[in-house]
Nanobody, 124 residues
Framework: QVQLVESGGGLVQTGGSLRLSCAAS????????MGWYRQVPGKQRELVAH???????NYADSVKGRFTISRDNGKNTVFLQMNSLKAEDTAVYYC??????????????????WGQGTQVTVSS
């Protein structure tokens, strides 16, 4: 199994910054990609940013130029630096990991994991 531990959410004023972290641990054979998604009540979870093992990144149009995703491959950790935050960035942010994991019975499997979510609130 794989565990994801998120940190860094909180309350910030418009224009402020926050940095989210997500550390993955467990029976990880190889991480393929890591990403951040967000969700507000009544809406679908949406992609914020995504980074592959090779370092290729992808951002939602709404956060381009303001958010930066990065990762520490040695520590299986992904970060999301959020600058110039807006009220519409308020949401629960979830870490996602796409990885090959070791399974005692089935060998190596490709699995998708989610963090518990961290609240980001931007006050205007």
């Amino acid at each position: 199994q794989v565990q994801l531990v998120e940190s860094g959410g909180g309350l910030v004023q418009t224009g402020g910054s926050l940095r989210l972290s997500c550390a993955a641990s467990g029976s990880i054979f190889k991480i393929i990609a890591m990403g951040w998604y967000r969700q507000v009540p009544g809406k679908q979870r949406e992609l914020v940013a995504h980074i592959t093992s090779g370092g290729s990144t992808n951002y939602a149009d709404s956060v381009k130029g303001r958010f930066t995703i990065s990762r520490d491959n040695g520590k299986n950790t992904v970060f999301l630096q959020m600058n110039s935050l807006k009220a519409e960035d308020t949401a629960v942010y979830y870490c996602n990991v796409d990885a090959f994991v070791s399974n005692a019975k089935l060998g190596v499997l490709r699995q998708d994991y989610w963090g518990q979510g961290t609240q980001v609130t931007v006050s205007s």
